[in-house]
């Protein structure tokens, strides 16, 4: 696991750091990377007072650039293989070893299989976009919204992604796939909380919408 990492961006995560640090198993904790997307909550000060490696974005940048921080951050160190998970404790830190030993040129991609446990307004919208990156990718995309994900970040050398929100993560596969990279599924649980999502459905919808169409300029 020496050149595994864990990419964690963070938002205004104070609330949720601890549950989640004490659900990862003790072999992680030395290759996480956590991204302070400028948190206006007391974020920064909790991860000053951790031993973690910690990369800080003066502002809030949006999701896609706090993991390209990172994954620039991981290039300089040599590259290897990046988990990105989020911290709201969505994603079970519990299942990072079944995300670990990543093949060549596959993408290893966190499958909600419960839809009925979603908002309504999140289901509808998962369908659609997993339906649209898979017509255009032409590989089963079944939950294209989900950020659990892990790859080798060799995948970078091979494309650029120049969303910086949530768009970054369907611009990813759209273009990983073109690439002729694989995406297999792991099947995770479908977890709500009463904290709401940082996704705006109808201005992210359409954001979603015109990469899709953007997408068909790519190659």
Known sequence: MSSSYVVVPVFNGAST?????????????????FVDDGSSDDTGEILKQLNYTTLTHEQNRGKGAAIQT??????????GQATTIDIDL???PEQLNDFNNVSEDTILLGYRNNRRNM???????????????????????????????????????????????????????????????????????????????AM????????????????????
């Open 17 to 33: 750091i601890s549950n989640f640090l004490d659900k990862l198993d003790n072999e992680w904790l030395d290759r996480l990377i």
């Open 70 to 79: 990172a994954l620039h951050f991981i290039k300089e160190k040599g590259g």
């Open 90 to 92: 969505q994603h079970p």
């Open 119 to 197: 908002p309504i307004f999140r289901q509808f919208s998962n369908f659609v976009t997993s339906l649209l990156i898979s017509v255009r990718s032409g590989a089963a995309i079944k939950d294209s919204q989900c950020g659990y994900r892990s790859f080798n970040t060799k995948l970078f050398d091979q494309i650029k992604c120049v969303e910086s929100g949530f768009q970054f993560e369907s611009e990813m596969l759209i273009k990983a796939s073109i690439k002729g990279w694989k995406v297999v599924h792991i099947t995770i649980p479908t977890i709500y909380g009463d904290q709401g999502s």
């Open 200 to 219: 705006k459905n109808i201005k992210d919808t359409v954001k979603f919408v015109s990469l899709w169409f953007k997408s068909f300029i790519w190659t």
